[in-house]
């Protein structure tokens, strides 16, 4: 689960306890060449979640602006719009997306996208740490719910039986953890998908966790890999990402997640 990059710190707010991955100090993939640009603003320093918080909720009026013209200096928003590019490509034909958990939706870049490609939708679900960052994605009308957690921990967003879980950008260093990919899938519906963007050197690098816990959990038959090709994140900066594409099984193998509830499929 990362244990070798990554450290769970626990933080308890209003009697709830949330958790973050936190970069180990030493680690050399934080420390990239891509991510030294001050106009991250500290995210990939935060030593707690409340800090992590409090820099997107003081970053979110001016986010989408610093990653379209500072990051990416093309005016637009490749973590996203190269997902859902690639997602279009993967979807199965007659599969229908209804109810889509967007996580790590920050100011909510990937909401329009997805409603004009797979709407009208009954749920599109908004979920992060920030309120500051969920009050923008409210503010777009797309969301029918906003819901505030950490990963790996999204109990509060099991609201629905999602057909999509759409995850643009959340898998960065100092933030969401590798084992919040295992946390995703009894989410989703028997059937359903799992599509995340992630940097490419984080990707490649083993002591991130998430190739090998990919492939740990196509191995178990947890998912089965759709589509998988590598984009551009982060122009300017000559960033490049890994997009994978993955599908729930019809039917889960109880002796990978014994608790999974049952989902009725509409394939």
């Given at each position: 689960s990362g244990d070798i990059f990554l450290k769970l710190l626990k933080l308890r707010t209003d009697h709830t306890s949330v958790a973050l991955g936190i970069t180990a100090p030493g680690s050399n993939v934080a420390a990239h060449a891509q991510e030294s640009n001050a106009a991250f603003h500290g995210v990939f320093t935060a030593d707690t979640p409340a800090e992590m918080e409090a820099v997107y909720d003081n970053w979110a009026s001016s986010y989408d602006e610093t990653v379209e013209q500072v990051l990416a200096g093309d005016g637009e928003n490749h973590p996203t719009t190269e997902l859902v590019r690639v997602l279009a490509k993967a979807v199965p034909d007659g599969c229908r997306i209804e109810h889509i958990l967007d996580v790590g939706a920050g100011t909510g870049a990937a909401g329009p996208l997805l409603l004009e490609a797979y709407g009208p939708l009954k749920a599109l679900v908004a979920f992060d740490l920030s309120k500051g960052m969920l009050a923008m994605a409210k503010a777009r009308g797309c969301y029918t719910e906003a819901v505030q957690g950490c990963c790996p921990d999204m109990t509060e967003a099991a609201l629905y039986d999602y057909d999509l879980a759409f995850c643009a950008g959340t898998f960065t260093p100092n933030h969401a953890p590798s084992s919040t990919p295992k946390a995703l899938i009894p989410l989703v519906r028997r059937g359903g998908l799992i599509a995340f963007s992630i940097r490419s050197y984080f990707y490649a690098d083993e002591s991130s966790g998430f190739r090998a816990a990919q492939a740990a959990l196509e191995e178990e038959g947890?998912?089965?890999?759709?589509?998988?090709?590598?984009?551009?994140?982060?122009?300017?900066?000559?960033?490049?990402?890994v997009i994978l594409c993955l599908r729930t099984p019809l039917i889960f193998d109880c002796h990978f997640i014994a608790t999974a509830p049952y989902r009725a499929e509409h394939v």
């Open positions: 947890a998912w089965r890999k759709v589509k998988e090709e590598e984009g551009i994140y982060l122009p300017k900066g000559g960033s490049l990402c």
